[in-house]
């Protein structure tokens, strides 16, 4: 066997798998999130990601406030959720003009049994903080068994 065309074949495979990678953003699951389905067809771009469970919410995978806390807050803002995207903004650094409309970009991944009042607060504290382009992470349902 000629070991050049089997060196050819993996480098092929590997470039092939790295470019399909990139293309591809995973949002991050909890096993205590369960996502609404959906039928859009719009995959969620690469941004801040916060994630509301059953029973906490996180901002890029750290826990910052627990839904207990949320549940009996009775302001419209949550001060914890924004410290949290506040530090995601200082992370963040603008190198042209273009990028900073990705600043404005957040995914909300929210367990489907989260009360109405929990999203909007927590909607409200990412506008609050400049996050002006909110999208809704779903699970995509398929056009055919609907």
């Given at each position: 066997?000629?070991?050049?065309?089997?060196?050819?074949?993996?480098?092929?495979?590997?470039?092939?798998?790295?470019?399909?990678?990139?293309?591809?953003?995973?949002?991050?699951?909890?096993?205590?999130?369960?996502?609404?389905?959906?039928?859009?067809q719009?995959?969620?771009?690469?941004?801040?990601?916060?994630?509301?469970?059953?029973?906490?919410?996180?901002?890029?995978?750290?826990?910052?406030?627990?839904m207990?806390?949320?549940?009996?807050?009775?302001?419209?803002?949550?001060?914890?959720?924004?410290?949290?995207?506040?530090?995601?903004?200082?992370?963040?650094?603008?190198?042209?003009?273009?990028?900073?409309?990705?600043?404005?970009?957040?995914?909300?991944?929210?367990?489907?049994?989260?009360?109405?009042?929990?999203?909007?607060?927590?909607?409200?504290?990412?506008?609050?903080?400049?996050?002006t382009?909110?999208?809704?992470?779903?699970?995509?349902?398929?056009?055919?068994?609907?």
């Open positions: 066997m000629n070991l050049v065309s089997l060196m050819d074949i993996f480098t092929i495979l590997v470039f092939f798998l790295l470019v399909s990678q990139s293309s591809v953003q995973e949002i991050p699951k909890d096993d205590n999130l369960k996502l609404p389905e959906s039928l859009a719009t995959p969620p771009e690469e941004t801040v990601t916060v994630m509301i469970a059953r029973d906490r919410i996180l901002v890029q995978n750290k826990a910052v406030i627990e207990d806390k949320v549940l009996n807050s009775s302001g419209e803002l949550l001060p914890a959720v924004q410290n949290a995207l506040q530090k995601e903004l200082g992370k963040v650094v603008v190198k042209d003009l273009g990028a900073n409309d990705k600043l404005q970009n957040i995914n909300i991944v929210g367990d489907r049994s989260v009360p109405f009042s929990v999203l909007q607060k927590v909607m409200k504290s990412c506008t609050d903080m400049g996050y382009r909110i999208s809704l992470a779903v699970l995509q349902k398929s056009a055919v068994g609907s």
